[in-house]
């Protein structure tokens, strides 16, 4: 589960501003200044002012740059094929040219060595909205995360919400919403829900039950390494 505590770390500093102890550095968003533009020689990212410290680390390196089209609407959220590019970022705060001239819905950018993500940023409004989703999705897995390992039952309401930080509120049942930007959980000592809402007002949740594990969104699961 560890890359998906890694995928949840990103989207709390992306999407909510509030990051646990301990979390990883900074991934970069849209609201930081990172942008994907199809022009007529492929598809351009750049990095504003505002993404100038996430650009510092990787200035001058060699990056993973990795851009993905979709499924067509009708098929769930799921990608559908892509293309992955080593380049070499520049010195200074510029522009990174793809070449790809495909149709793609988003890019992420990732350190070549170690693979540590830097930034994602959406091509298309559909892109936007799976980058969303996606980081939203792996919200959930954070409470289950904090708690003890082997413990045998789920932490208590209590536990989390003091380990979060603010991120984490309780919910008033299992089918619970949180307000925007929290990380909603409740249990009954055995079965336990989690919930985050995406910035459209999607619920996505992660619901354990003993061995039965009930969740809305198994294909930004399954996406989790390919993002």
Known sequence: MRSRLIVAVAAASLTLAA??????AQVAGENQGVTAVRGP???VLRFGPRAASVYRRIAGRRVRVA???LAKPGFGPSIE???????????RRGPIRTGDRSRLDYCSVRLQRGSELVALAPVTARGRTYIDEFLTSALPDLPFELGEPNAGTPPSVAQLVARGHGLIVA?????????????GY???????????????GRRLFLDTDGDVVRTNVMQYYLDVEDI
């Open 67 to 69: 851009c993905s089209t």
């Open 19 to 24: 990051v646990p102890s301990g979390a990883s």
């Open 81 to 91: 094929g892509g293309s992955e590019q080593v380049l070499r970022a520049p010195r």
């Open 171 to 183: 919910l008033d049942g299992p089918d619970g919403s949180p307000p925007p930007g929290k990380i």
């Open 186 to 200: 409740w249990t009954d000592g055995r079965r336990a829900v989690a919930a985050a809402l995406s910035h459209a």
């Open 41 to 43: 020689h492929g598809v």
